[in-house]
Structures are given as structure tokens and as C-alpha cells.
């Protein structure tokens, strides 16, 4: 099979249409309004942006409350409340069944 030229499929009558449509940099529309994108937060974005920049600012961890129970484990005066640890243990189970 051999191909000679367009074989009449138009297609510079398509990228012209094109060009005119989009602009190129040599065929350029000459009323073209340079457009700019905007963005606009609503204000509970703005108080969800301003809790995490807030979080942020809080220690992951709360070094003087590690360095008091460290204290206490290394002179032995750490206790431990065993009613305490288990009524937190019961109450986190329940919760977590009932949202199941």
C-alpha cells in the first residue's frame, strides 16, 4: 500500500480551527484577558486550620509528666492503682463494643 500526501483527510483545516480556538504564540487572540485562579476558604476551614496549627504547637509529649513517673519508678514510690486500671479497661471495652 502506498501513502501520497493527506489523501484528503483535512487536516489542516482542523488545526487551524484549533489554533484559532486555543491561541498559539504566533496566532495569539487579541482580546485574551490574562485570568488568574482564586481560592476562597470558607471560615470553618479557617477554624479547622487554626485547631491543627494550635495542635501543632503541643509536645507529643508531655516531658514533665515522664520525668515525675520516672521518679517515682526509680525511688519506688510509684503506685499503682489496680481498681483504677481496670474500671478504665471495662469502661474502653464497652465503648468500643457499643460503637461496633
Same mark, same amino acid.
Given at each position: +500500500? ?70 517515682? *519508678? ?5 503506685? *499503682? ?7 478504665? +479497661? ?11
Amino acid at each position: +500500500m502506498e501513502i501520497n500526501g493527506n489523501q484528503g483527510i483535512g487536516i489542516d483545516a482542523y488545526v487551524n480551527q484549533v489554533q484559532d480556538k486555543v491561541g498559539t504564540p504566533d496566532n495569539k487572540p487579541e482580546n485574551s484577558v490574562k485570568k488568574s485562579d482564586t481560592v476562597v476558604i470558607s471560615d470553618a476551614a479557617k477554624r479547622v486550620q487554626e485547631a491543627r496549627n494550635q495542635l501543632n504547637d503541643i509536645p507529643d509529649v508531655r516531658e514533665e509528666k515522664v520525668s515525675e513517673l520516672r521518679n517515682q *519508678i526509680q525511688n519506688g514510690t510509684y503506685q *499503682i492503682d489496680a481498681d483504677k486500671i481496670a474500671g478504665k +479497661m471495662i469502661k474502653e471495652g464497652l465503648l468500643n463494643d457499643a460503637l461496633k
